[in-house]
């Protein structure tokens, strides 16, 4: 079954700040990869998602993550970062048609 | 409504205590999933639904979960004689496909049992 690792628990950023947030996924076939977003007490929020076509996609928010094939990741970045992007994130793989398997996740702080 | 909604969105049992937690689908969205997580770590799977039919219970824990979506909307996540290790954040999505393209999730009801 696919899988996915995020291979950071914890990263501390100060404001305006770059961020970037490692994901890496198990599979040799095609595969489709999502980042979620979960703010304190919410549900799970879609940041992005790749399907096809360009390996560079643009999410809500400001964020982006770029598909590399050979390497088998999928990092999440933001070139700038807000207070209110402290959050937990969520890298997901499909672990068959209809069902996801996700990271352990990565705690993002933002600190002023 | 506009999304997914659960409820309630915290819920507190006793040990042994059965409980249910509901949740709304986005209108029209054919499959449902219910979600396990708890602290500290990501979403695992419980069950998938395909309008009415329970197409996968697989990641149920044990015989003490039971799901249902008896008119292929809204669906119940019963557990019976609830223990501390029930203790997570129960969360549902539902999808417009039936592949996971793009699932939309609740807020989930955490569930502490004391």
């Known amino acids: 079954a696919q899988s996915v690792t995020q291979l950071d628990s914890q990263v ?16 040799s076939v095609s595969v489709y990869l999502f980042w979620y977003v979960q703010y304190p007490n919410q ?14 996609v643009k999410g809500i928010n400001g964020f982006e993550a770029e598909f590399n094939k050979s390497q088998t990741s999928f990092h999440l970045r933001k070139p700038s970062v807000h207070i209110s992007d402290t959050a937990e994130y969520f890298c997901a793989v499909p672990a068959n048609d209809y069902k996801l398997s996700f990271g352990a996740g990565t705690t993002v702080t933002v600190r002023a | 409504g506009a999304g997914v909604s659960q409820s309630p969105r915290y ?12 949740c709304d689908p986005i209108s029209g969205h ?13 979403p695992e799977f419980l069950t998938y639904f395909q309008n009415e039919a329970q197409l996968d219970k697989s990641g149920l824990p044990s015989d003490r979960f039971f799901a249902e979506r008896p ?3 809204v669906s119940t996540l ?4 609830t223990q501390q290790e029930d203790s997570a954040v129960y969360l549902c999505a539902s999808s ?4 996971n393209t793009e699932a939309f999730f609740g807020q989930g009801t955490r569930l502490t049992v004391v």
């Open chain 1, 12 to 27: 501390p950023v100060f404001e305006e700040a770059p961020v970037e947030l490692r994901c890496n996924y198990s599979s």
């Open chain 2, 30 to 42: 054919v499959s449902l999933f219910w979600y396990q997580q708890a602290l500290g770590q990501g």
């Open chain 2, 11 to 22: 819920k507190v049992a006793k040990r042994g205590q059965d409980v249910a937690l509901r």
């Open chain 2, 96 to 99: 417009l496909a039936y592949a």
């Open chain 2, 71 to 73: 008119e292929g909307s």
């Open chain 2, 78 to 81: 019963k557990i019976q004689r």
């Open chain 1, 43 to 56: 549900g799970l929020q879609l940041l992005l998602k790749y399907l096809s076509g360009s390996t560079l």
